[in-house]
C-alpha cells in the first residue's frame, strides 16, 4: 500500500529544507576559500615583489604571514575528507526540531575504486 499523500509531501519539504541548509553552507564555505586563495594570491604577489627588492628575507616571517588564519587547508585530492570535520559558516550541525527523525550522516560517501582489470594474456 503506497504512503499517503501528506506524509510523502511532508517528507519532500523536510528534505527540501535539509538540502537548502546544506547548500547554503556549502555556498558559504566556497565563498570562505574563494577569499582565502585571494588573499593568499594577494600575499604571494607581495612577498614576490618584497624577495625582488631584498633577498635576505626571514622564512619565519614569510611562514607566520600565510598561517595568520586556523582554517585547516585542504589540499587537492589528499584531503578532501576533511571537509566534514569543520563547519566555517557558523550553522550549527546538530540536527533542528523541523527535520524530523531524518539524520544525515555526517562521514562523506567515498565509494571504492573499481577494480583495475588484468592485461590480457596473463592468466
Known sequence: ?????????????????????????????????????????RE??????????????PTSQKKSASSKTSRPHATKGTQQTSHTSHHESGHDTKPSDDTGSFVFPHEPFNPSPPPEPTPPGNN
Not at 576559500?33 to 594570491?41: M, T, V, Y
Open 44 to 57: 604571494v604577489q607581495r612577498l614576490k615583489s618584497a624577495s625582488g627588492k631584498t633577498n635576505k628575507t
Open 1 to 41: 500500500m503506497p504512503a499517503s499523500p501528506t506524509r510523502t509531501k511532508k517528507a519532500l519539504q523536510e528534505l527540501a529544507k535539509v538540502f537548502n541548509k546544506l547548500a547554503s553552507e556549502l555556498t558559504a564555505d566556497l565563498n570562505a576559500a574563494i577569499n582565502e586563495i585571494d588573499s593568499l594570491k
